[in-house]
């Protein structure tokens, strides 16, 4: 089964109930290394495309995430880019890239309740070093809550 077949079996969305009667979400992708803590900052999100290059997800924000003013908190802003980002690059069989450098715009504020778009391309790639945008929106009205660069190293595959 190819890299691209495995993501879209992981990640795609399906009429399929779990058992919080969502869609199978991100955090299902990263498997065994799985922690509370990414438990606790994806659960909910649900990936709508998968192609290569490319991933659009929807995460509603929930209360968990957001700050005293019911906004979603820039740090939890900042885990999205993280992860999606770094899905976008995960190469089965390797280790998980890490980050090298992240920039973040805040442009807007998310509210509790609000459905978000969250999508993230490949920018390039040269050796063992990737970079991709992240941009998260308000899926209602298409304001962009937050723009993110992410760049990560790591190992390649070998060609042999």
């Known amino acids: 089964m190819t890299m691209m077949e495995k993501f879209r079996e992981y990640l795609q969305l399906s009429d399929e109930v779990v058992d919080d009667g969502e869609a199978p979400r991100v955090e ?74 992240m920039s973040i715009a805040f442009l807007s504020k998310a509210k509790l309740g609000e459905e978000l778009e969250i999508t993230s391309r490949l920018l390039g790639e040269r050796g063992g070093y990737k970079g991709t945008i992240v941009v998260v929106r308000n899926k209602m009205t298409g304001e962009i809550i937050a723009e993110g660069r992410h760049s990560m190293f790591g190992r390649q595959a070998s060609k042999l």
């Open 28 to 101: 299902e992708f990263l498997g065994k290394g799985k922690s509370f803590y990414e438990d606790f900052s994806l659960r909910g999100i649900r990936v709508n495309r998968v192609e290569p290059g490319f991933i659009s997800c929807y995460f509603k924000v929930p209360l968990r995430l957001t700050d005293k003013d019911g906004n979603l908190a820039n740090g939890a802003i900042a885990n999205l880019v993280d992860e999606v980002g770094g899905a976008l690059v995960h190469v089965e069989g390797l280790p998980i890239f890490v980050s090298v450098d």
